[in-house]
Structure formats: C-alpha cells, structure tokens
C-alpha cells in the first residue's frame, strides 16, 4: 500500500468534516475544518497493482479498498489530530465511478454516520474535482466557469453559486483521459497514460502529424476526442502494414496539441461568451502542465484569471470530497440511510 498524505496548520474549534473517496482505484480519507483547512488527506494508491494488467481492474480495485480503507481513516484521524467524537459530518463520494469500489466507501461512510450519529452527505465525485478550487482559494467569487477533464468526463460547468452547477457542454464519446491513457497504451508507455504522454510529448514536435480537432469551431461547448484517438491508431496501424517508423515523441506531442487546442479554444470561447472573469481547471488531467500552460496564457490575453489546485489535489483525494461535503452541508442537503452507490451519476442531478 503506497500512503501519500498533506497535512494542513494547526487547528482551533471548529465542524471538522470527514471525507471518503473511493471512486476508483486511490483510498482517500481527509478531515477539514470549516470546509477550508486541510487537517489531512491521506491517499493511498493501487497504481502499482494496475500497472501490470495496463488499467484498473475493478474487482482488484475494490478488494483493495477494502483492506486499506480502515488503516486511511485511522492514519487521517491521527494526522488531523481529531478523535470520532470531534466529528461533525461524512461526506463520502457516491458516484460516478466504479460500483465495487463505491460501495466500499459508501458502507463505511454510512455505517459511521449511524455509530455516531452523525449527518450523512453523498457528494458527486465532479462536483468534488471542481470543489478542489476552493480548498487553493476559499473565496471564489460567483459566477464561476470550470473545465473539468479527467478519465472518464470532460465538461465545461458554469457555477452560480455553492451547489448550483450548470453544464454548458460535455464530451459526446471519450474523455480527454481516457483518449490519452488509450494512446498512451498504444504507443506502449504502460499505465497511468496522462502523465507518460504528457513527458514524452516535450521530446517532440506538435506538427509532425496533422490530427484532427473535432467540434473546435462548432458554436456549442460539446467535446469530442474519439475520432482523435482512433486517427492516432489508425496512424500507428498503418505504419506498421508498411514497415514504417513511427517517431513516438512526435506522435504524441502531435496528439496532446489537438486534445490541448480544443480544450482552450472551447473553454476560451465560453468564458468571453458566459462573461466569466475567473475560469478553474479541475480533474486527474488538469495536473497536465501543457494544458495549464497554454489555457493560463490564452485567458490571460482577455484579462481573465485561471485557477488550478495543487497537482496533489487534482488527483482523486477525499480532501475536495469533504469541502464539496461541507457545502452541502451548510445547505442543509444530507442523505438519508438508504444512500446507495451511483455509478452513472449524472453531474447536477
């Protein structure tokens, strides 16, 4: 079990709030104090488990939940300095993700709520990428614009306010992490994808290979990054037919420039359209310094700000979890006993 944990300073009296994600392949646990301090975060990841098969295989991935969830919320008790009778809330993710290893969170998050009766919130696993924002700056001003890339969704959401999301577009087919963690098997760099095409793609030249950009001029906010990903197999396919080599930095810095260049041109159009001073990056993908890089400088140019967390909470961790949680909280939006895990859940429902 590889354990990486953040502590925040200190701390005074206050609602500690404690968090649990399990969406996917890390254990997360983390307690906050007053939806804004991180006392700790404490994730334990399966990386090296899933190395080996490329990918994460769900029954693994909720076995190990299993066995490291106890020893994640102890270690983040501890580290928070906090006892079970200093807590005020659970927030657990419910869904989307993988229905094995949400179960595992949800029961344990339950069955503590009802041990020491304490109020229950299930939290969207987006809308808790998106509350990783407010754990860098408290005080986000309203409206708010996010682009949310990760593995398994890329959206743009407008946010009106504390648990008022609007989905303004959304991926028709693959997510952006998804079409990379794809090429990035294909190209043989192993398992997770997003960071490995990300480092070989400095190596490269962007304009090697002409790819396609699709949706990048159509008036909406939609996203579509299969037709990208099978154009690079495709690429790679033929190549191979024909005996020919293929320069792999090329291909995928090739590649991270059309999923980049839609990213920022979408986002770019909706903050000027939408009126938004103030755009946040959320998601596994948006720890991607190349995307950070290109969407600060292109807000930049029509005076609009970009807001990124920490790459350690762009990750899934049970920190942004928990301030998603204390939001709904103080809305008074808890769960009832009968929470179950929702793996399709849709975003603003």
């Given at each position: 079990?590889?354990?990486?944990?953040?502590r925040g300073p200190a701390h005074a009296a206050g609602r500690f709030?404690?968090?649990?994600?399990?969406?996917?392949?890390?254990?997360?646990?983390?307690?906050?104090?007053?939806?804004?301090?991180?006392?700790?975060?404490?994730?334990?990841?399966?990386?090296?488990?899933?190395?080996?098969?490329?990918?994460?295989?769900?029954?693994?991935?909720?076995?190990?939940?299993?066995?490291?969830?106890?020893?994640?919320?102890?270690?983040?008790?501890?580290?928070?300095?906090?006892?079970?009778?200093?807590?005020?809330?659970?927030?657990?993710?419910?869904?989307?993700?993988?229905?094995?290893?949400?179960?595992?969170?949800?029961?344990?998050?339950?069955?503590?709520?009802?041990?020491?009766?304490?109020?229950?919130?299930?939290?969207?696993?987006?809308?808790?990428?998106?509350?990783?924002?407010?754990?860098?700056?408290?005080?986000?001003?309203?409206?708010?614009?996010?682009?949310?890339?990760?593995?398994?969704?890329?959206?743009?959401?407008?946010?009106?306010?504390?648990?008022?999301?609007?989905?303004?577009?959304?991926?028709?087919?693959?997510?952006?992490?998804?079409?990379?963690?794809?090429?990035?098997?294909?190209?043989?760099?192993?398992?997770?994808?997003?960071?490995?095409?990300?480092?070989?793609?400095?190596?490269?030249?962007?304009?090697?290979?002409?790819?396609?950009?699709?949706?990048?001029?159509?008036?909406?906010?939609?996203?579509?990054?299969?037709?990208?990903?099978?154009?690079?197999?495709?690429?790679?396919?033929?190549?191979?037919?024909?005996?020919?080599?293929?320069?792999?930095?090329?291909?995928?810095?090739?590649?991270?420039?059309?999923?980049?260049?839609v990213l920022v041109e979408k986002t770019r159009r909706a903050a000027?359209?939408?009126?938004?001073?103030?755009?946040?990056?959320?998601?596994?993908?948006?720890?991607?310094?190349?995307?950070?890089?290109?969407?600060?400088?292109?807000?930049?140019?029509?005076?609009?700000?970009?807001?990124?967390?920490?790459?350690?909470?762009?990750?899934?961790?049970?920190?942004?979890?928990?301030?998603?949680?204390?939001?709904?909280?103080?809305?008074?939006?808890?769960?009832?006993?009968?929470?179950?895990?929702?793996?399709?859940?849709p975003l603003g429902t």
């Amino acid at each position: 079990m590889s354990i990486f944990s953040l502590r925040g300073p200190a701390h005074a009296a206050g609602r500690f709030i404690l968090g649990l994600e399990t969406s996917c392949d890390e254990t997360s646990a983390a307690v906050l104090q007053d939806g804004r301090v991180i006392l700790s975060n404490v994730i334990s990841s399966q990386v090296p488990t899933h190395q080996r098969f490329g990918g994460v295989v769900p029954e693994i991935a909720s076995r190990k939940h299993m066995e490291n969830i106890t020893v994640v919320v102890d270690e983040a008790l501890r580290e928070a300095g906090v006892t079970w009778n200093d807590l005020t809330a659970v927030a657990v993710t419910a869904g989307p993700g993988l229905v094995g290893a949400l179960l595992v969170g949800v029961a344990y998050a339950k069955g503590v709520a009802l041990a020491r009766s304490l109020p229950l919130v299930g939290v969207h696993h987006i809308e808790g990428h998106i509350y990783a924002n407010f754990l860098s700056e408290p005080n986000l001003p309203f409206p708010l614009l996010c682009l949310v890339v990760s593995g398994g969704h890329t959206h743009l959401v407008e946010l009106s306010g504390h648990g008022q999301l609007r989905i303004l577009g959304a991926t028709r087919d693959d997510a952006a992490g998804e079409a990379y963690d794809k090429v990035a098997r294909a190209l043989g760099l192993g398992y997770p994808g997003g960071p490995l095409v990300e480092k070989l793609a400095r190596e490269g030249e962007a304009g090697a290979y002409p790819l396609p950009r699709a949706l990048q001029q159509e008036d909406g906010y939609d996203f579509s990054f299969s037709g990208l990903k099978s154009a690079v197999l495709n690429l790679l396919n033929r190549a191979k037919q024909k005996g020919e080599t293929i320069n792999r930095e090329n291909l995928a810095a090739s590649f991270q420039e059309a999923v980049v260049d839609v990213l920022v041109e979408k986002t770019r159009r909706a903050a000027r359209e939408r009126d938004a001073s103030t755009v946040l990056l959320a998601g596994g993908v948006a720890a991607n310094g190349y995307l950070r890089l290109r969407l600060a400088k292109a807000l930049a140019a029509e005076g609009r700000r970009l807001v990124v967390p920490p790459a350690i909470l762009c990750t899934d961790n049970a920190a942004m979890i928990a301030c998603a949680g204390y939001h709904r909280l103080m809305a008074g939006e808890t769960a009832a006993a009968d929470l179950n895990a929702l793996a399709d859940w849709p975003l603003g429902t």
